[in-house]
């Protein structure tokens, strides 16, 4: 554990009121485990001279929790991804080895994601060490086989009705492939390299407030979410959300609208790398008898989003996302899940489609179609599932692309 967090933990532990009047025993009779085994297939095949990408990997995911004494608990999780096999194309990130694309010798990752301590009093928890995040513009970006995970503290607050109030200290993180803890600012460094920007990013933690409110309406369900981020001389951001619905006669409809602000700051505003942009839109949608209709737009500002650590952007494909700047996108999907009673229980399914169009610059146009199918086996063998993914990707210059991913998920739970 990183020797910053140490005096925390000390703080957490001391503050736990009467440690004697729970049993010890409650850390261990109460104690949860549980996780999934995963096989996975991507492949990415480009129509020109680009490198074609193909790995598979078998794994998984497994999450062991105590129970609590006088407010006190632990946890813990490992991950793993191992390539089954070596093929011509490169590297496509399922697994370490190199760089996307690259060809080079494909490797395991087998790490720690998980060991954190945690104290629950008063409404409030507080959990210190490495953790997965689920917020906004830090989150386990799960992307590949293996998620995000972080290094640090949060806080949890839920003491005022239908109000949580959160914050965040953190110093590390490890993505998708890694294997040691890098800091943030290495995260933030690595975003600018891959669009040829290199720059110094000034080594401090990332701090978060976060408040997420459930509306006390009645006809018309209301969660706001408002979180700012920040970096000191690197950048600050800040993200609002509304959650709404209701229902329409035998229909369910439901509208999502979305504001993102970044900006850098300090030393980053005064290099090559400093940047000041939005992003903005919605999603549309109305639910009825398994169907799931979604109209989305998003409009972004004058410069590119950062968000090397996971994030809520408006339209988020298979392989292309809102991001860019000047840009304009629209999109829609449908989603269809058949009835329990039907054949094909379990079994759900859509078609997404994008448009992303940069401001006075056709040449930049993209648009991507995307086909899911899921079939959830619990009905046979309770934990299984399977999915296949294809995705479909047009650029107005360069290689347009095809992505398949097929997965194979067995949850289970002690």
């Not at 949580?164 to 492939?177: E, F, K, N, Q």
């Not at 994008?354 to 086909?371: C, H, K, R, V």
Request: charged share 20%; with cysteine; aromatic share 14%.
């Amino acid at each position: 554990m990183n020797t910053k967090l140490l005096p925390v933990v000390v703080a957490c532990l001391a503050a736990s009121p009467a440690f004697a009047a729970d049993p010890i025993e409650n850390l261990f009779n109460d104690a949860t485990f549980k996780g999934q085994l995963q096989l996975f297939d991507f492949q990415r095949d480009f129509d020109g001279e680009s490198t074609d990408r193909r790995d598979t990997s078998f794994g998984g995911l497994f999450y062991l929790r105590s129970g609590e004494a006088n407010g006190v608990s632990f946890g813990g999780s490992f991950a793993s991804a191992n390539p089954i096999w070596d093929n011509d194309d490169g590297i496509y990130g399922l697994v370490g080895g190199g760089t996307p694309g690259s060809k080079n010798e494909r490797t395991a990752v087998n790490r720690l994601q998980e060991y954190f301590v945690s104290g629950n009093w008063y409404d409030t928890k507080i959990t210190v060490g490495a953790q997965e995040l689920r917020t906004p513009m830090m989150n386990p970006f799960p992307l590949r086989a293996i998620p995000f995970t972080y290094r640090g503290a949060s806080i949890k607050n839920t003491s005022i009705d239908n109000l949580a109030v959160s914050a965040l200290y953190i110093t590390d993180y490890m993505g998708w492939t890694n294997e040691e803890f890098a800091s943030v600012a290495d995260g933030i460094k690595g975003e600018f390299a891959r669009k040829g920007v290199i720059v110094d990013v000034e080594d401090n933690p990332m701090l978060a407030l976060g408040f997420d409110y459930t509306l006390p309406f009645e006809q018309v369900k209301t969660k706001a979410s408002l979180w700012h981020y920040t970096m000191e001389d690197v950048y600050n951001q800040t993200y609002f959300k509304l959650d709404m619905s209701g229902a329409l006669g035998s229909t369910n409809w439901y509208f999502k609208p979305s504001y993102l602000k970044q900006d850098s700051s300090g030393k980053l505003s005064q290099t090559a790398a400093q940047f000041d942009t939005y992003q903005a839109g919605f999603h549309l949608g109305m639910k009825w008898s398994g169907f799931d209709a979604t109209v989305k737009y998003v409009k972004t500002g004058d410069g590119d989003i950062v968000a090397p650590f996971g994030d809520n952007k408006v339209i988020i494909q298979q392989v292309v996302q809102s991001s860019r700047a000047n840009e304009d996108a629209y999109g829609a999907q449908l989603a269809y899940r058949f009835a329990p009673s039907s054949a094909l229980n379990g079994v759900s399914a859509y078609l997404n489609w994008a448009s992303y169009q940069i401001d006075g610059d056709s040449s930049l146009d993209i648009d991507e179609t995307d086909i899911s199918v899921r079939y959830d086996l619990n009905e046979y063998v309770e934990g299984l599932s399977l999915r296949a993914r294809h995705a479909i990707v047009n650029y107005s210059t360069g290689d347009d692309l095809t992505d398949t991913r097929f997965y194979i998920y067995y949850k289970f739970k002690i």
